[in-house]
Nanobody, 127 residues
Framework: QVQLVESGGGLVQAGGSLRLSCAASGRTFSIESYAMGWFRQAAGKEREFVAAITWNNGRTYYAESVKGRFTISRDNAKNTVSLQMNGLKPEDTAVYYC??????????????????WGQGTQVTVSS
């Protein structure tokens, strides 16, 4: 069984930073063969793409709203993916999720291509 566990969320003032981590586990599951993505879902809104990182060359993709502020990285040896968030804004408030990309119907920002969602971690940015 594959499990993704997100951590590192919390309450922070606008302009502050947080570092989210996503740990993957499962008897035979390794993230090294998958692109990994971070998505977020604010209350009453659809889940939206935040960032993704490819499995082979580490190329990264970001939503326009976080470009220049967030950085996604991966450590295949530790089976983890991280999201460094700087310059946080109140509109970044959401539950953040990570997942491996297992489908190829869309581009990296297509949530239906991702599976094995974790429980998420809450990020709240106060103004």
């Amino acid at each position: 069984q594959v499990q993704l566990v997100e951590s590192g969320g919390g309450l922070v003032q606008a302009g502050g930073s947080l570092r989210l981590s996503c740990a993957a586990s499962g008897r035979t599951f390794s993230i090294e063969s998958y692109a990994m993505g971070w998505f977020r879902q604010a209350a009453g809104k659809e889940r939206e793409f935040v960032a993704a990182i490819t499995w082979n060359n580490g190329r990264t993709y970001y939503a326009e709203s976080v470009k220049g502020r967030f950085t996604i990285s991966r450590d295949n040896a530790k089976n983890t993916v991280s999201l460094q968030m700087n310059g946080l804004k109140p509109e970044d408030t959401a539950v953040y999720y990570c997942a491996p990309r297992v489908g190829y119907r869309g581009s990296y920002d297509y949530p239906e291509d991702y599976y094995y969602w974790g429980q998420g971690t809450q990020v709240t940015v106060s103004s």
